[in-house]
T-cell receptor, first 116, second 108 residues
């Protein structure tokens, strides 16, 4: 099986712009989560989608949004970019149902976003 | 609110020495804990989860609910164990709360 795939891997944006990041989960996985990783704040949960519905949300401003499509692929969007949004954005997928405690969560390689 | 604490940001040991990476958690529900590892320039990978009680790459971790700890241990560290280690707590759905991470360096 192919792993969690994220695109683009690297991108540079200007302050005030918006950005869309894409994630393809492992085949059969219906849960997709997004995390922000920075040196100062570590790994922070953004949101989780399951069957096209947002199931969990972290403590990020409304500029951060996401969605999930019927094929479980997910996108996250950040509008009005700020310098502090520079980070590695990680996508994770899991089966997300059934024996919840048995679901392994797999991570992608991430999308490196630099805001200048 | 849930919280995961890894008190050591950096840990350095010599090859063959025992290693212990500490993790403490705070959670009102029934905890489900994991250790993830991130080798240089690689993706975050699951190392251990407490429910399986298995040993991966010689590492073990025991959940101590009384002390709210989930420390990661290995009796004899190897150079290839050098990496960033994250302790994580799963709460609702597939949401993970991570600790700050411990950078382990195993010296030859």
């Amino acid at each position: 099986k192919a792993g969690v795939t994220q695109t683009p891997r690297y991108l540079i944006k200007t302050r005030g712009q918006q950005v869309t990041l894409s994630c393809s989960p492992i085949s059969g996985h219906r849960s997709v989560s997004w995390y922000q990783q920075t040196p100062g704040q570590g790994l922070q949960f953004l949101f989780e989608y399951f069957s096209e519905t947002q199931r969990n949300k972290g403590n990020f401003p409304g500029r951060f949004s996401g969605r999930q499509f019927s094929n479980s692929r997910s996108e996250m969007n950040v509008s009005t970019l700020e310098l502090g949004d520079s980070a590695l954005y990680l996508c994770a997928s899991s089966e997300g149902q059934g024996r919840m405690s048995g679901n392994t969560i797999y991570f992608g390689e991430g999308s490196w976003l630099t805001v200048v | 609110a849930q919280r995961v604490t890894q008190p050591e940001k950096l840990l350095s040991v010599f090859k063959g020495a025992p290693v212990e990476l500490k993790c403490n958690y705070s959670y009102s529900g029934s905890p489900e804990l994991f250790w993830y590892v991130q080798y240089s320039r690689q993706r975050l990978q699951l190392l251990l989860r407490h429910i399986s009680r298995e040993s991966i790459k010689g590492f073990t971790a025991d959940l101590n609910k009384g002390e709210t700890s989930f420390h990661l241990k290995k009796p004899f560290a190897q150079e290839e164990d050098s990496a960033m280690y994250y302790c994580a707590l799963k709460t609702s759905g597939s949401r993970l709360t991570f600790g700050e991470g411990t950078q382990l360096t195993v010296n030859p």
